[in-house]
C-alpha cells in the first residue's frame, strides 16, 4: 500500500511537528534563536502542501468505499489544510517566534481541525491495511 505509506508518512512529521510545538510552546521563550521551531514548522508545511491528493490516493489504492463519501472528506480536510497552512505561514513570517506565539498557533482551531481530520483518517487507513494483510496471508 505505497501510496498509504506516502500519507501515513506526511502524517508522522505533521504530528512529530506538533509535538515539538507543544514543547517549545510551555517554555516561555521569548524567541526561537536556534532556529528548530521554523524548522519544524517548515516541515509541517512541506508535508501539509499535497497532503489532501496524498490522501486521496491512500483511499483510492485502499480501496475504499463509498469513494463519494471519502471524496466529501478529503475535500474538508483540503480546506483544513488551507487553512493551517495559512496560520503556519503567518507565523513564519514573523522575525522572531516567542513561545506564547507557538502557544496561540497550537490553540487555532484550523490547526487542531486539520489535526483531527489525520487522526481520523490514519485510523482509517491503518485500520483497512491491516485488514488487507491479515485477509491475504488467510488466502
Known sequence: M???T???ERCEVIE???EFLLAYAGQGLPSDEGGQVRNFLQRAADALTGLAESCRRAIRN???EPLEQY???CSMLERDVRDSLAVIHVVLAQPS???QLVDNLNASSHIRAMLT???LIG???RTTAKSMATSADQE
Do not use: H, K, R
Open 6 to 8: 506516502e500519507f501515513l
Open 62 to 64: 485502499s480501496e475504499l
Open 97 to 99: 517566534i516567542s513561545s
Open 123 to 125: 485510523e482509517v487507513l
Open 117 to 119: 481530520d489525520l487522526f
Open 2 to 4: 505505497p501510496m498509504a
Open 71 to 73: 471524496e466529501d472528506f
Open 16 to 18: 512529530e511537528s506538533y
